[in-house]
């Protein structure tokens, strides 16, 4: 009897072990077989390594970037409960190029999204922008440097093409915490096209699987065509010269006035930069010549752009810095 016992509850372990081994099998596979589908680098932080829903949290939806021409119904207050810009982030910003408000045609900037809210351990954005004469589309190009924590999409907003930036399955969780960070490159287009809005929506999610507990964020940042292009510059009635070029210290600046106008001569770095402002006054209508010195300590050697405003027009010329 007592051998039939012992023999009865050694199979009862070797049946319950087994099942117990094969359960862990059958849910590791299935962990794998999700994470390959997702096709994106493995990732340690606290939110990859439970999310089995894709690249980054899939919820911000259509309206995600706030931008005109995105379709949908389910907007980021729709998804979350929440209303847009009314949670406690500490720090919410699009940084581009280090703060211009202009842009250089066929200059590349680098655009930073930062967001900060403790309590929260993962967080998704959208990047995308739109030209002063409208469209679904995003004009100039997003270039990723950071393809484990980025990626281009069409956003699910309608629209062709790679138009918007965004998180990853990677690139949501925090860098530390309550705290995360993404960079890109944009190439601003070839020509001047007016004003250029930046769109930006951000979700801040505590991951319950719930929309509770979540908060959205958005803004918009606008840049203006601050240097021309030089067959838009040529094409302007108010013209004016610019010698010697190149130089290594001194330039003279000639033009001549139709009527009395305001008139500012400013140096602009290839990023559309101040670099420095020297001359703003009122100016009687004929020919007019200005000789600047160029302080060696404030230019070093490369591409600028000396820029002539004329009342409402504004003109430019490369002025190369030897």
């Known amino acids: 009897m007592k051998k039939n016992l012992h023999f009865f509850a050694r199979k009862i372990n070797f049946i ?11 849910i590791s596979s299935s962990f794998k077989n999700n994470n390959k589908n997702l096709a994106f680098p493995p990732c340690t932080g606290p ?7 894709g690249s980054g949290f899939a919820i911000l939806g ?3 970037a706030g931008a005109p021409g995105e379709g949908g119904t389910c907007g980021r ?3 979350h409960n929440t209303v847009d810009n009314t949670g406690p982030a500490t720090t919410f910003s699009l940084n581009i190029g280090g703060g211009v408000t202009q842009y250089v045609p066929g200059q590349t900037y680098t655009v930073t999204v930062t967001i900060a809210q403790a309590a929260i351990i993962a967080f998704d954005f959208e990047v995308t922008n739109r030209p002063a004469a409208g469209g ?29 930036v965004e998180g990853t399955y990677c690139g949501v969780d925090q860098l530390s915490p309550g705290f995360n960070q993404w960079s890109f490159n944009w190439t601003a287009p070839a020509v001047a096209v007016g004003n250029i809005t930046f769109y930006l929506g951000v979700v801040a999610a505590n991951f319950n699987n719930q929309a509770t507990g979540d908060f959205t964020y958005s803004l918009s940042k606008v840049l203006t065509p601050g240097l021309l292009g030089v067959n ?5 009635k108010t013209n004016f010269n610019l010698y010697p070029n190149p130089t290594a210290e001194n330039i003279t600046v000639d033009y001549h006035l139709k009527n009395e106008s305001n008139v500012s001569i400013k140096i602009m770095d290839v990023k559309g930069a101040q670099v420095d402002l020297l001359l ?12 600047f010195n160029l302080n060696s300590k404030k230019y070093s050697a490369g591409i600028y752009f000396v820029q002539v405003a004329v009342d409402d027009k504004i003109i430019t010329r490369k002025l190369f810095v030897q």
């Open 16 to 26: 319950l072990i087994f099942s117990f081994s094969f359960l862990i099998f059958v």
């Open 47 to 53: 939110f990859a390594t439970t999310n089995i829903l």
């Open 62 to 64: 259509p309206g995600g």
């Open 77 to 79: 207050g729709g998804c």
């Open 136 to 164: 679904a589309n995003a004009t100039g190009t997003f270039v990723l440097t950071d393809a484990t924590r980025t990626r281009k999409s069409n956003g699910s907003f309608g629209g062709a093409g790679n138009n918007y």
């Open 232 to 236: 838009e510059m040529n094409n302007d």
């Open 280 to 291: 703003t006054e009122k100016e009687n209508s004929g020919d007019h010549q200005h000789n």
